[in-house]
């Protein structure tokens, strides 16, 4: 997971080569790289101290959480039970008022 810094400053492009130049481009990393195949925004007080950003995935055995706003990045994985256990991957995740979901791509 990377974040790209002003990337509303960079060059727009009608094709995706030339891509922006990295190394004029902090691309900075956030967590660990195996959150899942797709993530969903949540705006929520998960931590009880007042509402941050994060972004929710779901791996085979593990709900991934990353906080993006409201102090420095963290990330959490936690155990999630009950999930259907012939699922190789999560790949849809979306979210709607304060649910988050995610569907199996079998």
């Not at 969903?40 to 009880?48: I, Q, T």
Request: proline fraction near 4%; charge should be positive; glycine fraction near 8%.
């Amino acid at each position: 997971l990377r974040k790209i810094s002003k990337v509303q400053d960079l060059p727009a492009y009608k094709w995706r080569h030339p891509s922006p130049d990295k190394r004029k481009n902090k691309i900075a990393k956030l967590g660990k790289s195996k959150l899942g195949a797709d993530m969903a925004v949540v705006h929520a007080n998960l931590e009880g101290t007042g509402a941050k950003t994060y972004l929710v995935a779901l791996g085979k055995k593990t709900a991934n959480v990353v906080r993006v706003s409201g102090g420095p990045v963290e990330q959490w994985s936690l155990r999630a039970k009950g999930l259907d256990e012939t699922c190789e991957t999560w790949g849809s995740a979306w979210s709607f008022k304060t649910e988050v979901y995610f569907s199996c791509n079998k």
